[in-house]
């Protein structure tokens, strides 16, 4: 079964399409500039040159079309017909409380995640785009939904509730949902799988850390905690996003400059973080390489950085009553060893001791980077958002049919 994954955003969308036998993947890409002038669409088979095609793309509708017809080309496509893309899963950010699992899209459920369009402004209304651009192509072709929130929906209510009125939790469901979900179900299965270990036996620890980053507590292979909140706005320092700050700061900046509730709100998601603090860049290659030249703001913006994972590590080994493995993950987890090390650096308590050689390997697989006497291990396990949609929804879409030809 050939299974083609979307990730749409407001004005992009980025697909792959896996074959599932293998769970190989077959071609990828993206369209950029959406609805404007000169949309980019950019396509990539194994082992070929990327394609790139510029035209003018209003809309989801006309991008899926343009991804059908390049998966679909003479040249460049890997289909004989856009018949032989079996199901559709799409990553959706917010699942609410509605939502505890991946689900295959009925009417129903499309009315649910309209309805969470206020918790996910940004967000869940570029997704019901790209479902309708979907339908509207592959009319017949079952679609899956897979949330960033859904993994998460198994914290106890000591976890996700904030200690505000509970009116405001019973009437507009402010509460904490937790992101990245996906990659925190992905990595963490992978690492009781490096383990040899059954993930029920397991408390582990991942930190995804990207442009985004957020940590979780994962205990017995369900989600007990994790640092982001409402929104992807609390927890780590991120590369524009402030992470956790005492909430009166808000009304008292409002206060002091001139500034609207918007501009604040934009403020703490996209001139925060390592940005603010480096005044470089939200990049952290960028900022390593300030630090290492000598760049004093730079130093400082590493060293947060690097704290703020620390803390939540520790809370989280409080929480759990221990832990069995640190995981890294996400573009920084994955490529950043002076960061790895940076946060490990005083886990020594803990039985954590880093294997600098190892550290330092450069690899796209999962990997131990402490010693083999370490009490605890830690690990780099690259995430794959993209494959655990494709998993599911193939899983949701087989389910579906075993039961329609068994109550035939
Ligand atoms: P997103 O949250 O957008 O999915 P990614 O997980 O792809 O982000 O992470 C992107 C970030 O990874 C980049 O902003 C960059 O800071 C960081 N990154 C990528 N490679 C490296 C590297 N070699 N060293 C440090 N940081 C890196």
Do not use: W
């Amino acid at each position: 079964m050939n299974v083609l994954v979307i990730n749409a955003g407001s004005s992009s969308l980025k697909y792959q399409l896996y074959d599932m036998t293998t769970e190989n993947v077959l071609a990828k890409g993206r369209v950029e500039r959406i609805g404007m002038e000169s949309s980019i669409l950019s396509h990539e088979v194994d082992h070929q040159p990327e394609v790139r095609e510029v035209s003018e793309i209003l809309d989801h509708t006309t991008a899926i079309k343009k991804v059908l017809d390049m998966l679909t080309h003479r040249d460049f496509g890997v289909l004989r017909s856009m018949h032989d893309i079996q199901a559709v899963g799409h990553r959706v950010v917010h699942g609410g409380e509605s939502f505890s699992e991946s689900v295959l899209i009925d009417q129903n459920v499309k009315l649910e995640i309209r309805k969470l369009f206020d918790l996910a402004p940004l967000h869940n209304p570029a997704h019901m785009m790209g479902i309708t651009a979907v339908e509207a192509n592959l009319q017949h072709v079952p679609q899956a939904v897979v949330f960033d929130t859904a993994f998460h929906q198994t914290m106890p209510p000591q976890s996700y509730l904030y200690a505000i009125p509970t009116v405001l939790y019973r009437k507009h469901q402010i509460r904490r949902y937790g992101f990245h979900g996906t990659s925190h179900d992905y990595v963490s299965k992978r690492a009781a799988e490096f383990l040899e270990r059954p993930l029920k036996d397991l408390k582990l620890i991942t930190c995804h850390i990207g442009n985004g980053a957020s940590c979780a507590a994962i205990l017995h292979g369900k989600s007990f905690d994790t640092s982001m909140g409402m929104t992807p706005l609390e927890g780590l320092m991120m590369g524009t996003r402030s992470g956790d700050l005492d909430p009166a700061i808000v009304p008292y900046t409002l206060n002091k400059e001139d500034l609207t509730l918007n501009e604040v709100n934009s403020m703490l998601n996209k001139h925060s973080g390592l940005l603010a603090i480096s005044g470089i860049s939200s990049d952290m290659r960028e900022v390593v390489e300030a630090m290492q030249e000598g760049n004093e703001h730079a130093k400082l913006a590493f060293e947060m950085y690097a704290y703020r994972i620390r803390k939540y590590i520790g809370a989280y080994v409080a929480a759990m009553d221990g832990t069995d493995a640190i995981i890294f993950t996400a573009g920084v987890g994955e490529n950043s060893d002076v960061l790895r090390k940076e946060v490990c650096k005083s886990l020594t308590y803990l039985g954590v001791h880093i294997d600098e050689a190892r550290n330092a390997v450069r690899s796209s697989d999962t990997r131990r980077i402490t010693t083999d006497e370490s009490k605890v291990s830690v690990l780099v396990v690259p995430t794959n958002e993209e494959l655990l949609i494709a998993r599911d929804t193939y899983r949701l879409v087989l389910e579906r049919q075993t039961k329609e030809t068994t109550s035939e």
